[in-house]
């Protein structure tokens, strides 16, 4: 990425994205998935000829357009474990099949966000079946960990469904912003699950998707005591409070400036923002505490409980043909879009 520099203020850090995106406290993660996966077969995943050359079971590099991640047939990430912290997954193109510990399952996608707290311990697994043998499984998604407090993270596991047609779309001056968690202009989405950091407006939880049109012009507030990221995923460039912005990166930006940005040619971005909880944070892979005796503990949990155990016939679990989107939550309440 390029950037003209004139004295920018507001620009604290640049960082260039490609798949992994550095994040800002109380962001711990967030991945742009983007995969042209083939027509599927009869079992809704890759013919054997699409493995050669991979490093099946952790194929993290772009081969033939796609990757397989821990899959050993169908793509995606088979059964693990989390502790500490939420999954946010938006899954823009595509679809993903959901089955935890807990005995939840759901197929959601084309627009569908899965916000799920993993509280004190859950198994789940996140598989992209390729739902269509006549023709190309696009998959698009991105996936994001926001941190818990202390006083929840050890709350009980628990998900919820935001369907496509209930986020709350913007549209203004060329501009269409898509809210998963936050407010924009006069709207406000507060939907997270309820001991999640997002869940009181007071946290300043702000999870935007914003498209610009050719000539679009995105203007958003300065807030205080926050921390902001902007992302430009896509398009050739931008035009930020005068400054030339050119390519992919991340910006960690000064919150108490207003932006403007202006687009010559389409282009997209996402915009994390939060107070941060300002708490110790320590991480060993899947599980995120305060210390490091809570995660040798939380080791012990998992080798003692399995957070449940797994209570389904295969640990890449999916929920067969169809596009039909679904979420069947633990009391066995089944749920679907309008």
Partial sequence: MTVMLNSIVMIRQMLP???LWPTQEPFLFCAHHYDHYPAGNAQLGLNPTHFFGRNMGSD???KDGFRIYHGEEIPGFPVHPHRGFE???IVRKGFADHADSLGSTGRYGEGDVQWMTAGSGVQHSEMFPLLHM???NTLE???????LP???KMVQPDFKMLWANTLPLVNSNGAKVTIVSGEYGDHKFYQAPQNSWASDPANQVNILLVKLEPGGTFSYPARKNVNRSLYFFEGEGVTLDGQKVLGKNALFMDPNTALSVEAASECEFLILEARPIGEPVVQHGPFVMNSQEEILQTIR????TQFGGWKWQRHDMIHGPGTQRFAKYPDGRIEKPD
């Fill in 60 to 62: 993290f590099d772009v």
């Fill in 87 to 89: 999954t946010i997954t």
């Fill in 301 to 304: 949990d998992y080798r003692q």
């Fill in 17 to 19: 994205i490609e798949f």
């Fill in 141 to 147: 998604l991105f996936q994001i960990w926001l941190n």
């Fill in 134 to 136: 006549d023709k190309e």
């Fill in 150 to 152: 202390k006083k929840n």
